[in-house]
T-cell receptor, first 113, second 115 residues
Framework: DGGITQSPKYLFRKEGQNVTLSCEQNLNHDAMYWYRQDPGQGLRLIYYSQIVNDFQKGDIAEGYSVSREKKESFPLTVTSAQKNPTAFYLC????????????FGPGTRLTVT | AQTVTQSQPEMSVQEAETVTLSCTYDTSESDYYLFWYKQPPSRQMILVIRQEAYKQQNATENRFSVNFQKAAKSFSLKISDSQLGDAAMYFCAYRSAGGSEKLVFGKGTKLTVNP
């Protein structure tokens, strides 16, 4: 089946540790996105990538890093510099960067204590 | 910068009844897209319906329809014949038609469906 997978569904880390969230898609989409969701808030864009080996900062990129070495993969690293990393993280993709529709993965809930 | 406002943090409806969720947005652009996404307890974001700003006709998808008022910058979602499975968070989102890949989301409305 075609789709977007994010693993794991729940992730726990100690404060001060970096952690990498996985996002894989087999839809052959060019563009991929990372969003953060906090309680009572809508989604906010962290990073996006229009094409392999290219990515751009979104609205809340501080404390995060990404890579896009393969078309199907767009991992997000939450670094120790991120002051409030506990949140729900959603990955999305779209056929091209200009496509208006984005398809979302199931999300990863990250808890940092 | 564009903003999206959902003024109803929570709404409830009786099963089989109709409910309308409100959304307003602020933009200086003339061409854009508007979306309603559903987020059930599983937290998977599901696209419910979309509207192109250049189209005057309101979009409809089965029991879901929108009332798009471009001049008023309003984009409400009507759910007819509400079902228990409609219970979810609903997010209104905006996307520019050119030059920006970003979806701008409202804070969401939690819909409860009472049996």
């Amino acid at each position: 089946d075609g789709g977007i997978t994010q693993s794991p569904k729940y992730l726990f880390r100690k404060e001060g540790q970096n952690v990498t969230l996985s996002c894989e898609q087999n839809l052959n989409h060019d563009a991929m996105y990372w969003y953060r969701q906090d309680p009572g808030q809508g989604l906010r864009l962290i990073y996006y990538s229009q094409i392999v080996n290219d990515f751009q900062k979104g609205d809340i990129a501080e404390g995060y890093s990404v890579s896009r070495e393969k078309k199907e993969s767009f991992p997000l690293t939450v670094t120790s510099a991120q002051k409030n990393p506990t949140a729900f993280y959603l990955c999305a993709s779209s056929p091209t960067w200009s496509s208006y529709e984005q398809y979302f993965g199931p999300g990863t809930r990250l808890t940092v204590t | 910068a564009q903003t999206v406002t959902q003024s109803q943090p929570e709404m409830s409806v009786q099963e089989a009844e109709t409910v309308t969720l409100s959304c307003t947005y602020d933009t200086s652009e003339s061409d854009y897209y508007l979306f309603w996404y559903k987020q059930p307890p599983s937290r998977q974001m599901i696209l419910v319906i979309r509207q192109e700003a250049y189209k005057q006709q309101n979009a409809t998808e089965n029991r879901f329809s929108v009332n798009f008022q471009k001049a008023a910058k309003s984009f409400s979602l009507k759910i007819s014949d509400s079902q228990l499975g409609d219970a979810a968070m609903y997010f209104c989102a905006y996307r520019s038609a050119g030059g920006s890949e970003k979806l701008v989301f409202g804070k969401g409305t939690k819909l409860t469906v009472n049996p």
